[in-house]
């Protein structure tokens, strides 16, 4: 079993509609990440969190450390958000990061 | 401020020859992590450098893959007699330390991607 199971794998979505990406883990972390990958490859990282909710635009990531789960949110989706999101931990011992598969999100105009 | 920079963007070469990928960090930045993201598959951690030490390489490949990050100059991952199951997008990203700075925050390069024929 992966260290980072994220759901679903693949997502289709008309624009304008609420997405949600779910990441469950199971080590201990020192950061729970969320990053953005296009086609063409380029990576941004999109949140960084350790407790509690961040809020980027129409972007929202949430971590629940007790159950040990994340879930990124996207509000009013648009073409463009498009990507694939990828959650990552970082752990205590160390400072490198262990990657879920990703979901591939199509939102369709 | 430029970003993680990498080059080359696009490496090709045949099997047996060698790979060489640079990986320069934000600037201030003295941490370099590497990755490696397989075709269809997700990105796995290879190795974690601090200036001219190698300090976590549990992801990396015990033969013909080496990374260095000297005081002076990028980060260089090498890999050796590549064969076609190299092929795949290298991801460098940086960090400025432990110190002072959230531990986990890292800044990607764009990657370098590497085709074996």
């Known amino acids: 079993k992966n260290e980072v199971e994220q759901s679903p794998q693949n997502l289709t979505a008309q624009e304008g509609e609420f997405i949600t990406i779910n990441c469950s883990y199971s080590?201990?972390?020192?950061?729970l990440h969320w990053l953005q990958q296009h086609p063409g490859g380029g990576i941004v990282s999109l949140f960084m969190?350790?407790?509690g909710k961040k809020k980027h635009g129409r972007l929202i990531a949430t971590i629940n450390i007790q159950e040990k789960h994340s879930s990124l949110h996207i509000t009013a989706s648009h073409p463009r958000d498009s990507a694939v999101y990828i959650c990552?931990?970082?752990?205590?011992?160390?400072?490198?990061?262990?990657f879920g598969a990703g979901t591939r999100l199509t939102v369709k105009p | 401020n430029a970003g993680v920079m990498q080059n080359p963007r696009h490496l090709v070469r045949r099997r047996g020859q060698e790979a060489r990928l640079r990986c320069s960090p934000m600037?201030?930045?003295?941490?370099v992590y590497w990755y490696r993201q397989l075709p269809e598959e997700g990105l796995k951690f290879m190795v974690y450098?601090?200036?001219?030490?190698?300090?976590?390489e549990s992801g990396m490949p015990k033969e013909r893959f080496s990374a260095e990050f000297p005081k002076e100059g990028p980060s260089i991952l090498r890999i050796q007699q590549v064969v076609r199951g190299d092929s795949a997008a290298y991801f460098c990203?940086?960090?400025?330390?432990?110190?002072?700075?959230?531990?986990?925050?890292?800044?990607f390069g764009p990657g370098t991607r590497l085709t074996v024929t």
């Open positions: 990203a940086s960090s400025p330390g432990l110190a002072g700075v959230m531990v986990g925050e890292q800044y």
């Open positions: 080590v201990g972390i020192s950061a």
């Open positions: 969190l350790s407790s």
């Open positions: 990552a931990v970082s752990s205590y011992n160390n400072n490198d990061m262990r």
């Open positions: 600037k201030g930045h003295s941490h």
């Open positions: 450098l601090q200036k001219e030490n190698i300090i976590d």
